[in-house]
């Protein structure tokens, strides 16, 4: 794929279904373009673009490959854990109650996961917790706001008593409990163009950023560490580091997490 061509592409995307391809690594978005052609049947993108115009279902099958919309409930079961065992009740010493925001949330999974690990480990039993689910892709932001269906699949991670307790089985796979259902929000967000909420004391924003160009990269740090509260806590995916972390006011906290620093405070002339 040379310039020209993906200069093509790129315009044609941004005009049909909204999302900026540029932000992405130019590399790593080229071979999912190309490979979702091979997937679509068609043997040039002009054909595509055609026939996409006059069907929806197509135009969104490229939005949501686009946006990567997998996931899983307690997606690395053992990061969960030491979020749980330890950094959740270091964020409660001053809290009466936490804000949180999990970043490209797909359909919902992590959020929940969070809603359900912050209502175990609350020994307290304060369900005033604020907790937001964002992602750019509407039919996935509808799929959280419904709960469900999930699939077995999709809760492989999840123990049988959280199972029984959060989950309503139906005919095709899970639903989430109204109970649980009801204490996170979900709406549609742009991360390169609408403005964060805040302050935070936890943002997991997972396997999202690893897809934008480094330069863009770089900036989201700076805003998910502007949104935070000095101390709160920002969890990011498996296999992710933040770069120059110290830089950007950061300090490590075990493997996928990063606590914001408080601000260093100006020198007081004597």
């Known amino acids: ?10 315009r044609e995307i941004q005009s049909l279904v909204g999302d900026d391809v540029t932000s992405y690594k130019p590399s790593q978005v080229q071979r999912r373009l190309s490979v979702f052609l091979v997937r679509s049947g068609h043997a040039e993108w002009p054909a595509f673009f055609r026939a996409a115009r006059a069907d ?25 854990a030491h979020l ?26 992590e959020a929940y996961s969070l809603a359900i690990l912050l209502a175990e480990s609350d020994r307290s039993s304060r369900q005033s ?7 750019f892709d509407e039919s996935a932001i509808e799929h959280a706001k419904a709960g469900g269906p999930y699939s077995s699949q999709e809760v492989t991670h999840v123990t049988k008593e959280q199972v029984s307790h959060y989950f ?17 929000r979900f709406r549609k967000h742009n991360l390169l163009h609408d403005p ?22 770089e900036t989201l ?13 920002f ?11 110290d830089a950007l006011g950061f300090e490590t906290v075990g493997v996928s997490f990063y606590r914001r620093r408080p601000d260093k405070k100006p020198p007081v002339d004597c």
Request: aromatic content about 12%; charged content about 25%.
């Open 1 to 10: 794929m040379d310039e020209q061509e993906f200069g093509y592409i790129r």
């Open 235 to 245: 969890f990011v995916g498996g296999t992710e580091t933040v770069a120059n972390a």
């Open 84 to 109: 749980g065992e330890t950094l959740l009740p270091q964020l409660w010493r001053n809290r009466s109650a936490l804000r949180v925001w999990s970043v490209g949330c797909a359909e919902g999974q």
């Open 168 to 184: 309503q089985p139906v005919l095709r796979g899970y639903h989430i409990v109204d109970e649980l259902r009801t204490r996170v």
């Open 56 to 80: 929806p279902p197509s135009l969104r099958k490229l939005r949501d490959y686009l946006t990567v919309n997998v996931s899983a409930f307690f997606r690395d079961p053992e990061k969960y």
């Open 129 to 135: 917790h604020y907790i937001l689910g964002t992602d």
């Open 221 to 233: 740090y700076r805003r998910f560490r502007e949104a935070l509260i000095p101390g709160g806590v």
């Open 196 to 217: 964060f909420e805040g302050p935070f004391d936890l943002i997991a924003c997972r396997n999202v950023i690893i897809y934008f160009a480094p330069e863009i990269r």
